[in-house]
């Protein structure tokens, strides 16, 4: 069946300028999860959708950082006024209720 | 604070061996446990999950036990294949999200 998808795959950006990532997540999932991994580092949880309650910001690292969730499916990460430090992969996960299911990653380089 | 942590960064074991990644919990409440595995390039995936009202469980050559005792699991693969060269997490729900430990790379030698 269908996994979790997101989009695009590579995205290479400036420095300041504003990118969105996509997370397709598995049908009738109720959680979505936004992960950030550096190279060679573990996750950094970063945001976590729970179907109608108000998400847990609590990983953001600053306010460049937005997210949201369009009728309890799809979701897009947004990092404002990239910086260098942004780069890494960034993973979606989304869960029928504890074990989640990761998308293959969306690989940020910002020059 | 609570943490999952691995003991070990990096494991290196012969094809066909067996394979037993550890990983250390703090927090004594934790009453479920998840085990991913990260191959390059790639998402987490799923490998096999345990509630703390278990000591063992079994998958295809993969077995996860829990020692509650000392807040200890570990993830232990039959006859280790190339394929299972990867980054091996434990992971643990907290506050409605999953807590990663660090990550073993586990690499295989033919």
């Known amino acids: 069946g269908a996994g979790v998808s997101q989009s695009p795959s590579n995205k290479v950006t400036e420095k300041g300028k504003d990118v969105e990532l996509r997370c397709d997540p598995i049908?009738?999932?109720?959680?979505l999860y936004w992960y950030r991994q550096s190279l060679g580092q573990g996750l950094e949880f970063l945001i976590y959708?729970?179907?109608?309650?108000?998400?847990?910001k609590s990983g953001l690292p600053s306010d460049r950082f937005s997210a949201e969730r369009t009728g309890g499916s799809v979701s897009t990460l947004t990092i404002q006024r990239t910086q260098q430090e942004d780069s890494a992969v960034y993973l979606c996960?989304?869960?029928?209720?504890?074990?989640?299911?990761f998308g293959p990653g969306t690989r940020l380089t910002v020059l | 604070g609570e943490s999952v942590g691995l003991h070990l960064p990096t494991l290196s074991v012969q094809e066909g061996d067996n394979s037993i990644i550890n990983c250390a919990y703090s927090?004594?409440?934790?009453?479920?446990f998840i085990w991913y595995k990260q191959e390059s390039g790639k998402g987490p995936q799923f490998i096999i999950d345990?509630?703390?009202?278990?000591d063992k469980r079994q998958g295809q050559r993969v077995t996860v036990l829990l020692n509650k005792t000392v807040k200890h699991l570990s993830l232990q693969i039959a006859a280790t294949q190339p394929g299972d060269s990867a980054v091996y997490f434990c992971?643990?729900?907290?506050?409605?999200?999953?807590?990663f430990g660090q990550g073993t790379e586990l690499s295989v030698k033919p």
């Open positions: 996960a989304s869960s029928p209720s504890w074990a989640q299911y």
């Open positions: 049908s009738g999932h109720t959680a």
């Open positions: 959708f729970q179907g109608n309650s108000a998400p847990d």
């Open positions: 927090n004594s409440a934790s009453d479920y």
């Open positions: 345990i509630r703390s009202n278990m």
């Open positions: 992971a643990e729900p907290l506050g409605g999200k999953l807590i």
